[in-house]
Nanobody, 120 residues
């Protein structure tokens, strides 16, 4: 079992910044693929950004150039730096871990979510 605990959400004005953090349990964090997803009311949960165990990153088109995902394996933590925030970024943000259990087989884990509200 892997537990994920997010923090850093809140209320911010348009154009502002927030940094989300997600701390993972377990001693093998460095081999987890990590990601951030978000879900707005009445909408499906969508991937925002992901980072592999080797540090390769990928972003949704809607956040490219504004959001940055990073990881600190020594702290078992993945971050999402969000700049130039827009009202449409308002959502609950979830941390995801894909943990390899066997070659080519992954188990997914989710955090409890953290609310991000962008409003003036």
């Amino acid at each position: 079992q892997v537990q994920l605990v997010e923090s850093g959400g809140g209320l911010v004005q348009p154009g502002g910044s927030l940094r989300l953090s997600c701390v993972a349990s377990g001693s093998s964090f460095s081999i987890y693929a990590m990601g951030w997803f978000r879900q707005a009311p009445g909408k499906q949960r969508d991937r925002v950004a992901s980072i592999t165990s080797t540090g390769s990153t990928n972003y949704a088109d809607s956040v490219k150039g504004r959001f940055t995902i990073s990881r600190d394996n020594a702290k078992n933590t993945v971050y999402l730096q969000m700049d130039s925030l827009k009202p449409e970024d308002t959502a609950v943000y979830y941390c995801n871990a894909e943990v390899p259990s066997r070659p080519g087989i992954f188990t997914g884990y989710w955090g409890q979510g953290t609310q991000v509200t962008v409003s003036s």
